[in-house]
């Protein structure tokens, strides 16, 4: 998706390099040749190595896919431990190696706090850069909108995902609306069924993560890819006008949220920069849910920091 434009855009060459752990390096061989036999005319050069110095020279922007995956039956907690101590490493290297402005996006679970922990080795690298990815929730707010409405996925707009990328998400269309033939219309008038909004429909979201694990045995791939391209497609090159998007971002204490924890807000997106969509109208159902989602960013923090004791 890369090599084909599909995060950056038609007209920008790419050099893309990709690291994986010593066992896994003949397979990534495999994924290189590959790449080299699509010729893909954006593709400008391929670095597939196992050392992480390598890896992280000079990137402008580092997408963080490395980690333990959850398989049926984990908890998220389960692949903490390990995966923290994978994130101290690796923010350590980007410190050091990659280009001053790079722009970080954590796709590996748990997300939030392990961008936490890449923010906390990673000090010079400005807070604003370091993202977890919840667009993929965002995408499925989306998606279960327009399943329930028979309206395309592109006609709705400005769902919510606030919080953590986990089952304590909070999925919020009171500001989401549809474009239809009279004009945008709320998602909430459109549905016309509060109960199915406050409860069904959030469910789905919250746990959509762990129905395709079910069904594959593996987590979510296609999906978070594409997620992850129009995460950072969007974050580089601007949000449409009118439109925000779910980013996991460094919190800033917008609508009392507390500062130190990644927390996916709406945001827009302009000249590279993301901004936190400020004024919404939060009742007192939202308050509630954006609030224990915190609670459990808060609990993650602190067991992250045990586990890196
Ligand atoms: C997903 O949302 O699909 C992934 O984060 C899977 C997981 O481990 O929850």
Same mark, same amino acid.
Request: some cysteine.
């Given at each position: ?21 010593? @066992?896994?390096? +003949? ?55 390990? %995966? ?12 050091? #190696? ?10 590996? %679970?748990?997300? %939030? ?13 400005? +807070? ?9 929730? #965002? ?18 707009? %400005? ?15 009171? #500001? ?23 409860? +069904? ?7 959509? !993560? ?20 129009? #995460? ?25 949220? @507390? ?19 400020? !004024? ?15 609670? +459990? ?13």
């Amino acid at each position: 998706m890369i090599a084909k434009g599909a995060m950056l855009g038609p007209d920008q060459p790419v050099i893309i390099h990709m690291l994986d752990i010593e @066992p896994a390096a +003949e397979a990534l061989n495999g994924v290189k040749m590959e790449l080299i036999d699509a010729a893909f005319p954006l593709l400008k050069g391929i670095v597939a190595t196992t050392d992480v110095v390598e890896a992280c020279k000079d990137v402008d922007i580092a997408i963080m896919v490395g980690g333990i995956p959850r398989k049926e039956g984990m908890e998220r907690k389960d692949v903490m431990a390990k %995966n923290v101590s994978i994130y101290k490493a690796q923010a350590s290297a980007l410190e050091e #190696h990659a280009s001053p402005d790079c722009k970080v996006l954590v796709i590996a %679970n748990p997300a %939030n706090t392990n961008a936490l922990i890449l923010k906390e080795f990673a000090p010079s690298i400005p +807070e604003k850069n370091i993202t977890c990815l919840t667009r993929l929730d #965002h995408n499925r707010a989306l998606g279960q909108i327009s399943e329930k409405l028979y309206v395309h996925v592109s006609d709705v707009k %400005n769902v919510i995902i606030w919080g953590n990328h986990s089952s304590s998400q909070y999925p919020d269309v009171n #500001h989401a609306t549809v474009s239809t033939c009279n004009g945008q219309k709320s998602v909430r008038e459109l549905v016309g069924d509060d109960k199915w909004l406050d409860t +069904e429909f959030i469910t789905t979201v919250q746990q959509r !993560g762990s129905a395709i694990i079910k069904a594959r045995k593996l987590s979510s791939a296609l999906s978070a890819a594409s997620s992850a391209c129009d #995460h950072i497609r969007d974050w580089v090159l601007g949000t449409p006008k009118g439109t925000w998007v779910s980013m996991g971002v460094y919190s800033d204490g917008s609508y009392g949220i @507390p500062p130190g924890l990644i927390y996916s807000f709406p945001v827009t997106c302009e000249k590279g920069e993301w901004s936190i969509v400020q !004024g919404l109208k939060i009742n007192e159902f939202s308050r509630g849910k954006m609030d224990s989602t915190a609670k +459990e960013l808060i609990e993650e923090k602190s067991l992250a920091y045990s586990c890196l004791n």
